[in-house]
């Protein structure tokens, strides 16, 4: 299954953006994308975290996206440059991946309130001409979470599908005491490092 969408980068050299196998099911990175004015495909990818056994958060997120990179392509053919990325969050020395349920969410949140966390994606893009392999970090500091705002993005269910359940550029937003980092990083994909090399794709270097 895929989906089509169409766009032109905005702010950026390109006349026109080329088209980009999105390997997500993330609705977040979907809309990074479509904010960017990129035009992308977006190509289902099940792929199954568990078998990866790594207990440092930048390790455990590069394999995941190795592994996820090599499925894609025995998936699908190379017909487009394609991207696949992966996200985890670190908080008290636990690496914090997609809650299964609302119970989990809510305890991964609390390891965050009034916490240092670390939200780490690795992106590989790959076609023809051009590879890269990217491994970034956001960090954040939160004040303590108000439990009844906690509770509220807990029954908004908002919090599905996100890496720790957190959620930068929504809830967790009135509690950044501190970030460093790219906010793209934070919310799956690190928008500020793939573009250049979208620049150079469509330059046909």
Known sequence: MQMLYFGEIKNHKMKKAPILALASSSSTRVKILKNAGIA?????????????????????????AKNKAAHYLKTYPLDMPSLVADTVVEARNKILLKPRDVNEAREMLYLQSGSG??????????SLKLELTDLSAAFYEFDKFESGDLEAYLKSGEWEGKAGACMVEGFCRQYIKKSVGFESTAMGLSLERLLPFLELENAGV
């Open 40 to 64: 992308f495909v977006q190509r289902a990818l099940d792929f199954d975290e568990s078998g990866i056994k790594s207990m440092d958060a930048r390790d455990f997120v590069y394999e995941a």
């Open 117 to 126: 966390v670390s939200i780490i994606t690795c992106m590989i893009y790959k």
